[in-house]
T-cell receptor, first 111, second 120 residues
Framework: DAGVIQSPRHEVTEMGQEVTLRCKPI?????LFWYRQTMMRGLELLIY????????DSGMPEDRFSAKMPNASFSTLKIQPSEPRDSAVYFC?????????FGPGTRLTVL | AQKITQTQPGMFVQEKEAVTLDCTYD???????LFWYKQPSSGEMIFLIY??????QNATEGRYSLNFQKARKSANLVISASQLGDSAMYFC?????????????????FGKGTMLLVSP
């Protein structure tokens, strides 16, 4: 199995631009999680899905952030418009039950 | 109050020695799970070990063991015979039930992490 796949691995964009991060979970895992990691706040859960349904989005920082999971094999996290303070590593993780398997992350830099 | 506390920002250990990374947690749930993840400089998050709150015995996975003391709410990670490749950031995490309105699905809360450096 290829594990959780995220794209792009690195993204550099200018303030105000739309950013879309993509995630393909491990096949058969029914839960998907989006995290953000920064030096200041550590690893924060943004949103998670179970069977493609958003269960808890209370970690999404602002209305500028949105996430979708149109099917069991694909999810997106969108930031529109992006701001410099959104610069972070964004991880996607999937889980069959208890432990979560993380993707390699997307390093986002907003100038 | 923090749910997961890792009091050691950094730890140094010599190769082949054992090291203990501290983790304390706070929850009112009766059923919960504790996890340790490793994040090397390459950035990926690697699952190491899991301990359920009802597990009688401490979890072990190769050189990793979890010293689970339920009454003290601690879940320390013990790495035996450290190797240079163990140098990384280590995160303790807890799974507990999320808001009941979310049908009881559980999420992970992570600590701030401990940076471990293994020297030759």
């Amino acid at each position: 199995d290829a594990g959780v796949i995220q794209s792009p691995r690195h993204e550099v964009t200018e303030m105000g631009q739309e950013v879309t991060l993509r995630c393909k979970p491990i096949s058969g895992h029914n839960s998907l999680f989006w995290y953000r990691q920064t030096m200041m706040r550590g690893l924060e859960l943004l949103i998670y899905f179970n069977n493609n349904v958003p269960i808890d989005d209370s970690g999404m920082p602002e209305d500028r952030f949105s996430a979708k999971m149109p099917n069991a094999s694909f999810s997106t996290l969108k930031i529109q418009p992006s701001e410099p303070r959104d610069s972070a590593v964004y991880f996607c993780a999937s889980s069959p039950s208890s432990e979560q398997f993380f993707g390699p992350g997307t390093r986002l830099t907003v100038l | 109050a923090q749910k997961i506390t890792q009091t050691q920002p950094g730890m140094f250990v010599q190769e082949k020695e054992a090291v203990t990374l501290d983790c304390t947690y706070d929850t009112s749930d009766q059923s919960y799970g504790l996890f340790w993840y490793k994040q090397p400089s390459s950035g990926e998050m690697i699952f190491l070990i899991y301990q359920g709150s009802y597990d009688e015995q401490n979890a072990t996975e190769g050189r990793y063991s979890l010293n689970f003391q339920k009454a003290r709410k601690s879940a320390n990670l013990v790495i035996s015979a450290s190797q240079l490749g163990d140098s990384a950031m280590y995160f303790c995490a807890m799974r507990e039930r999320s808001n009941p309105r979310n049908s009881g699905y559980s999420t992970l809360t992570f600590g701030k992490g401990t940076m471990l450096l293994v020297s030759p």
